[in-house]
């Protein structure tokens, strides 16, 4: 870059300015300011839909904006790819970890698995593999198991993978996209450590997390997103409670439910529990016509608990009683025969049918649960499911023609409350709700949760849910897991940003 | 619902293009039977009409078991060989051990229903793969059924392998079911076809075990989280599929009257096959057992035409394999362009 000076006003390692795109009617960006120096990290903050991974992917190539430009080492640039981008020195690492790698190759050969798949030689030996990977992996300071199999690592050592894959590439700038969802406290330290070092040595790092705790160990400056732009910048020491208001707006405030039905009587009481071994134990009571929310990161073991209740894992120790009664289930029958129900995470993966599949229509996913109870000859009436079908289209007001529109006609919302009604169609005494507003939008949302406010005051329903503001919405009672135990997080009468900050600091303060 | 979101799909109106591809293997089998007909008037007459169903009986309902187990996410490779063992033990019991045909039967069906069973546990406890588990089965079984006759066929007063003459011989009781006909005009594995079919279609399309079933195959997980013993059903399919094997495997015995060592050699493929172009009938896209049948019947019905127009024997897999191509380019292809 000939056109680079060393002045008072050092050009930004990377720049965005003026950012605009939309996806049909959505502005996903709305004129999006963000800068970041060589030798910087900057935090990128933001709810769910804020436009942080639009404005991630407009960066590293994979969309282009609408509008506005990007500057690189003060040179306006424009990528056509992600490759495009990666040649011009922007690394990124994504969240998902699985795809830092390929199987079946050791991690040498992954640490050269660009240059393979590239430009490389026509002919390698394991020992120039291991040699140079050797190299690599030297200049970044890492200590890796070059000899193993990448199937085998974990996701910590696979993140290290991918960092080290794309730093390897002469990068300016490196963009993380939530590296820590699924690292421990330790490996996010040495995370950590390696993220200083690569700033000291100049690199420009772009930081996108939810973690409120490792903005506050890491970034130097925090840039906060809403509504597709730029809507506060801190500088450290960062003011986390105002940047959380920032980020959420106040919007939601009035959506917050009062702490009530402490006069119930209890259906769920876990007393002494501990999901693995030498986690802290911890108490939980549920009472009838609560709904309660539990946050925490991906791996904190929230979803952990709610497969224990449904049957799917054991308690390393302690105690469930349901309805007074102990609750040992062996599995999802005997757990939905004792009216525990639960919505699994990732619908697609965990709830529905391909649409060519018999029982994949609106009504036959509502039905699959229930055939046992509802045709115990075991002949079908689907004059029955239909109007269970149609019944649940009508409550729940989702958008479809009728009960034989299959599931993959639907928006995400609305797929989702049809998950709802699957287990809204009989009796139920706890019911589970996983990541229940994954790729639901805002309008949908609102629905489902007054779809679960309203049904049946005699049941108790737990939600997990990684999302502060999520649970802010649906819930009478927030708890934070971490480390597989849980701590209370909310009053039931505070602010918002308390609320919030009560979470967060749980999270920052507990080790 | 007045207000549809507009990625909700098109309102409910046949296309024509959708009714084609949705009728097409009936139309197909409509020209091929007038097209055979003009060509060689004596293709349609009853005789010949029967002679191909009943040519095709033991591939549909090896058809069936095979698309039972599709529907549950599984494959069953093994059909063939569970069906020429079957030959080769029907023979068995009854040259060698001397059995009557009432015994035969119940010893060949419960055999069948065994190596199912095996099959089941090799993929449910052991966690084999479904293709690998069954694969297995196949060379197993086609090895197998070789030891106790030391490689030869079975016919009445045949050598065994210690020196001894069998002194048994077929029941004739047993061969009615291969070479009888209804009203002296149905055969009798035409009419076992059609009962197969009938029942399996009903439990398959009508009652929850077949819905569950096909969740299964759908979402493995998505049904074991709504309650289904998912291991148990798997383990049904394969119990059923071999089972229906092992009756086709005694309808072919009780048609040849012998246990021929190269019986059901071509057995396997053309079941998978009738299963495979099933699923372009009515363009359900998954195992079904009517397509499974029609599937059958469209190849007996081109195969019988194309003999009787003097092509040659040896062309007859390639025409099923071009029928196959048809088939799923029809089911994949054409279908993802129209959704």
Request: proline fraction near 5%; aromatic fraction near 6%.
């Amino acid at each position: 870059m000939p056109s680079a000076s060393p002045s008072s006003a050092a050009p930004y390692a990377v720049a965005v300015s003026g950012v605009e795109k939309a996806f049909g009617p959505t502005r996903a960006l709305a004129g999006a300011d963000l800068a970041v120096r060589p030798g910087e990290v900057v935090a990128l903050m933001g709810a769910n839909g804020a436009g942080k991974s639009t404005l991630v992917k407009i960066i590293s190539g994979s969309l282009i904006p609408d509008a506005g430009t990007i500057t690189l080492g003060g040179r306006t640039v424009s990528f056509a790819s992600p490759r495009e981008a990666k040649a011009a020195g922007i690394a990124t690492v994504h969240q998902a970890t699985d795809q830092a790698g390929a199987a079946g190759l050791t991690v040498a050969e992954n640490l050269l698995l660009d240059e393979f798949c590239g430009r490389g030689p026509l002919f390698v030996s394991g020992r120039s593999i291991r040699k140079r990977a050797k190299a690599i992996a030297a200049a970044l300071d890492l200590d890796l198991p070059l000899d193993r199999d990448f199937i085998d690592l974990r996701p910590a050592e696979r993140q290290l993978i991918a960092i080290a894959r794309a730093v390897g590439a002469k990068a300016s700038v490196l963009i993380l996209d939530e590296p820590t969802s699924s690292l421990s406290t330790t490996e996010a330290e040495r995370l950590f450590t390696i993220i200083r070092r690569l700033a000291a040595d100049g690199m420009a790092i772009l930081y996108i997390s939810h973690r409120l705790g490792d903005l506050a160990a890491i970034a130097d400056r925090a840039v906060v997103l809403r509504g597709g732009v730029i809507v506060g910048e801190f500088a450290q020491p960062i003011d986390f409670p105002a940047a959380v208001t920032a980020m959420i707006g106040r919007r939601l405030e009035a959506a917050t439910h009062a702490g009530e039905g402490s006069a119930s009587p209890a259906i769920l009481s876990i007393r002494d529990a501990r999901l693995v071994p030498g986690a802290r134990p911890f108490d939980l009571d549920l009472r009838s016509g609560e709904v309660v929310a539990i946050t925490g990161t991906l791996g904190s073991g929230k979803s952990r608990l709610l497969r224990v209740l449904f049957g799917l894992a054991g308690l390393d120790s302690g105690t469930v009683t349901l309805d007074g009664a102990p609750w040992h289930s062996s599995g999802p029958a005997a757990s939905i025969a004792g009216g525990v129900f639960m919505v699994a995470e990732d619908r697609w993966a965990s709830s529905l049918l391909p649409p060519e599949t018999p029982g994949a229509s609106i009504a036959g996913t509502i039905a699959l649960p229930h055939l046992p109870r509802w045709f115990p000859s075991g002949i079908l009436d689907t004059a029955r499911e239909r109007a269970v079908g149609n019944d649940a289209i009508r409550r729940l007001g989702i958008k479809a023609r009728n009960a034989d529109d299959t599931l993959d006609q639907l928006s995400g919302g609305n797929q989702q409350k049809v998950v709802l009604a699957r287990w809204q169609a009989a009796p139920c005494r706890l019911l589970l709700l996983d990541e229940p507003f994954q790729g639901v939008d805002v309008g949908a949302r609102a629905d489902l949760i007054a779809a679960i406010r309203n049904s049946q005051s005699a049941s108790a329903t737990l939600i997990a849910t990684s999302d502060t503001e999520e649970a802010l919405e649906v819930a009478d009672r927030i708890l934070v897991m971490r480390d597989h135990s849980l701590f209370a997080a909310d009053d039931g009468h505070g602010s918002l940003a308390a609320a919030i900050g009560s979470v967060e600091t749980a999270e920052i303060s507990q080790p | 619902m007045t207000d549809i979101p507009a990625n909700a799909g098109a309102p409910p109106r046949r296309t024509a293009f959708e009714l084609a591809r949705r009728y097409a293997l009936f139309v197909l089998l409509a020209i091929m039977l007038v097209g055979f007909w003009w060509a060689q008037p004596a293709f349609i007459n009853s005789a010949n009409l029967f002679s191909i169903l009943q040519a095709v009986s033991v591939v549909a309902i090896l058809g069936v078991g095979v698309s039972i187990t599709m529907s549950a996410g599984g494959f069953d490779l093994s059909v063939g060989s569970v069906a020429a063992s079957s030959v080769m033990a029907a023979s068995y019991a009854m040259v060698v051990l001397q059995l009557g045909a009432g015994e035969t039967f119940a010893l060949v069906l419960l055999m069948g229903a065994l190596i199912g069973l095996a099959n089941g546990l090799l993929i449910v406890k052991v966690g084999v793969p479904d293709l690998l588990a069954t694969l297995s089965t196949m060379f197993l079984l086609a090895g197998l059924q070789l030891i106790p006759t030391g490689g030869r066929s079975i016919t009445a007063g045949m050598m065994l392998p210690d020196g001894s003459t069998a002194k048994g011989a077929y029941d004739p009781a047993f061969l009615i079911l291969g070479r009888s006909r209804l009203f002296d005009i149905v055969p009798l594995p035409v009419v076992v076809m059609a009962l197969v079919a009938v029942v399996a279609w009903f439990l398959m399309e009508r009652t929850r075990f077949g819905r569950v079933f096909y969740a299964i195959g759908g979402n493995e997980t998505a049904a074991h989280l709504a309650g289904a013993p998912t291991k148990a059903y798997r383990l049904w399919a394969y119990v059923i599929s071999g089972t229906l094997a092992s009756l086709g495997g005694l309808i072919i015995a009780s048609r040849v009257g012998r246990g021929d060592v190269s019986a059901g050699a071509s057995l396997l493929l053309d079941a998978v096959a009738a299963s495979l172009i099933g699923f372009a009938v009515l363009d359900k896209r998954r195992p079904h057992v009517l397509g499974t049948v029609l599937g059958a019947i469209f190849v007996g019905v081109l195969l019988n035409g194309l003999t009787m127009l003097n092509a040659p024997y040896y062309t007859q897999d390639f025409v099923k394999g071009v029928v196959l191509v048809g088939a799923l380019a029809l089911t994949f292809g054409l279908g993802k362009r129209a959704r």
